[in-house]
């Protein structure tokens, strides 16, 4: 079963513009990661934030988390078509033994 | 290019065969995970070593599913059998040992499987 669930499941915008993507979680966290995912290709680590932190910034991303809530954001500023990918949240636990959970993803696509 | 490398990374297969897919985990990475990912979702949990030893496995692991890595370095994960609902995209990810670990995972590209 997967822990996270992101919405919208899928986002179109145009270049340029902003991109906003939640992530609702289930349990107890250590740390909360959103990955990137090109179409048919591995996943790429973005950000980590953890469960004491409240926001954090690396380039045009910016991630919350809000631990009240279970539920995270992932913000990327002045979109490009580059960023057209499938987003994706994971949780880790170290009772879990920091295994990753994933959601089922976000859809972004970045109109030229 | 030192990064995790999966092979092949394209499998096409009849029902009923047996198909292996290897993984090579950046070098100084104790821990490999095998991760499993259908169309429109994301990806789920296999099973996961700590250098040679297997740690767990998911409930997703049938019993004609078998991973080894059998040296501490390089995983390989076998299905035998092959049932058209294995379709999927395998992914390989390793990640340091437990005491630098923050969770961060690093993937392969993947293998996608196709059974017809």
């Known amino acids: 079963s997967q822990q996270g669930e992101e919405d919208p499941q899928a986002l179109s915008i145009q270049e340029g513009e902003n991109a906003t993507m939640n992530c609702s979680y289930k349990t107890s966290i250590n740390n909360l990661q959103w990955y990137r995912q090109n179409s048919g290709r591995g996943l790429v680590h973005l950000i980590l934030i953890r469960s004491n932190e409240r926001e954090k910034h690396s380039g045009r991303l910016r991630v919350t988390l809000d631990t009240s809530k279970k539920s995270s954001s992932l913000l990327i500023t002045a979109s490009r078509a580059a960023d057209t990918a499938s987003y994706f949240c994971a949780t880790a636990f170290f009772s879990n033994d920091y295994k990753l959970s994933f959601g089922a993803g976000t859809t972004v696509t970045v109109r030229a | ?116």
């Open chain 2, 1 to 116: 290019d030192t990064g995790v490398s999966q092979d092949p990374r394209h499998k096409i297969t009849k029902r009923g065969q047996n198909v292996t897919f290897r993984c090579d985990p950046i070098s100084e990475h104790n821990r490999l995970y095998w991760y499993r990912q259908t169309l429109g979702q994301g990806p789920e949990f296999l099973t996961y070593f700590q250098n040679e030893a297997q740690l767990e496995k998911s409930r997703l692991l049938s019993d004609r599913f078998s991973a080894e890595r059998p040296k501490g370095s390089f995983s390989t994960l076998e299905i035998q059998r092959t049932e058209q609902g294995d379709s999927a995209m395998y992914l390989c990810a390793s990640s340091p040992d437990r005491s630098r670990d923050t969770g961060e995972l690093f993937f392969g590209e993947g293998s996608r499987l196709t059974v017809l």
